[in-house]
């Protein structure tokens, strides 16, 4: 499997729109394997992880970047924080809380089989605000396809 990644400074979001979204489409199963949130702000944000079963109206696309330059493309197409919410289903993947200090943050990683995304179309994993008010984030996704 190749492996895959990329990063964004993202918009606040809400508890609605993702920050951060990655979906696979209908011919491949990424597998998320790593996801890193920093806070930019000198507020702390809460977020969670999330699947999501439609797009929405995805923000900008973001450029994915394979780990090693001679592997395919990936399929799989990340974005930028959304305009109009997916809809996100019931349960969280992952909560955590970004300290109110620039810098803060976390480095999640997710095992030998990683979350995987359905080969189905619109479906996804998003990061959201779980409460309060979003903050600007620095966010990367590492996946594998």
Do not use: C
């Not at 990655?22 to 999330?50: D, I, Q």
């Amino acid at each position: 499997m190749a492996k895959y990644r990329v990063s964004a400074l993202t918009s606040a979001g809400s508890t609605t729109l993702p920050i951060i979204s990655l979906y696979g489409g209908t011919t491949v199963r990424p597998r998320l394997r790593e996801l890193h949130l920093f806070n930019t702000t000198t507020t702390a944000v809460s977020l969670k992880l999330v699947r999501v079963t439609t797009t929405g109206t995805q923000g900008a696309g973001l450029t994915e970047m394979q780990e090693i330059a001679e592997d395919t493309a990936a399929i799989a197409t990340a974005f930028q924080t959304h305009t109009v919410a997916p809809t996100i289903t019931s349960g969280d993947l992952e909560r955590v809380v970004l300290g109110a200090a620039i810098g803060s943050g976390v480095m999640l990683t997710f095992g030998d089989g990683g979350i995987v995304i359905p080969a189905t179309a619109n479906n996804g994993l998003a990061v959201v605000v779980s409460t309060g008010t979003g903050q600007v984030v620095e966010a990367t996704l590492v996946w594998e396809e």
